[in-house]
T-cell receptor, first 114, second 113 residues
Framework: NAGVTQTPKFRILKIGQSMTLQCTQD?????MYWYRQDPGMGLKLIYY???????DKGEVPNGYNVSRSTTEDFPLRLELAAPSQTSVYFC?????????????FGPGTRLTVL | QKEVEQDPGPLSVPEGAIVSLNCTYS??????FMWYRQYSRKGPELLMY????GNKEDGRFTAQVDKSSKYISLFIRDSQPSDSATYLC?????????????FGQGTTLQVKP
């Protein structure tokens, strides 16, 4: 089991460019999450999905889009990159939405927008 | 006021010390409380999970929840250099079945040999 994998590990974007952050899990988890982590700010939920074809907004969805066409994959799309989107992005997954279900995190993608 | 407040530190202690990490929160509906550990340039991993008030012990780690004070703590006994990491508290109402968590800012801990 690879768990949760994320690509790329690092990326530098210019303002206005777009990109997709990839997330894949091989644990057959139904629930998947995207967080961003800024220095000293903890983790903020961007979007989450409770199953293939179902997504919903988290705390900070503006400037991002997601899709969930398969159980395994949950890509995060940045359409018009802005400096405020400079952050570390973590994808996570859990078997269910019950709160005692552990969320497993990927290694993160470090994104810089210049 | 942030929903969850956590002193970002950094906190530096000598090896063998007892460490106390704390979070306060404002939402009285929170029922589930978690501590995640995050090593440098890695994703967070679940350390401990507690439901409602009370204590939970796991080896050198003890989690405490005081819902009347809206205060949770993580104690680390006999701290080791390998405990050097950022510790994030997280909590949830648990009513929506979405698994959504609210995280604190994280406290960076350094244990010096």
């Amino acid at each position: 089991n690879a768990g949760v994998t994320q690509t790329p590990k690092f990326r530098i974007l210019k303002i206005g460019q777009s990109m997709t952050l990839q997330c894949t899990q091989d644990m057959n988890h139904n629930y998947m999450y995207w967080y961003r982590q800024d220095p000293g700010m903890g983790l903020k939920l961007i979007y989450y999905s409770v199953g293939a074809g179902i997504t919903d907004k988290g705390e900070v969805p503006n400037g991002y889009n997601v899709s969930r066409s398969t159980t395994e994959d949950f890509p995060l799309r940045l359409e018009l990159a802005a400096p405020s989107q400079t952050s570390v992005y973590f994808c996570a997954s859990s078997y269910s939405g019950q709160i005692n279900n552990e969320q497993f995190f990927g290694p993160g993608t470090r994104l810089t927008v210049l | 006021q942030k929903e969850v407040e956590q002193d970002p530190g950094p906190l530096s202690v000598p090896e063998g010390a007892i460490v106390s990490l704390n979070c306060t929160y404002s939402n009285s509906a929170f029922q589930y409380f978690m501590w995640y550990r995050q090593y440098s340039r890695k994703g967070p991993e679940l350390l401990m999970y507690t439901y409602s008030s009370g204590n939970k012990e796991d080896g050198r780690f003890t989690a405490q929840v005081d819902k009347s004070s809206k205060y949770i703590s993580l104690f680390i006994r006999d701290s080791q250099p390998s405990d050097s990491a950022t510790y994030l508290c997280a909590m949830s109402e648990g009513s929506s079945n979405t698994g959504k968590l609210i995280f604190g800012q994280g406290t960076t801990l350094q244990v010096k040999p």
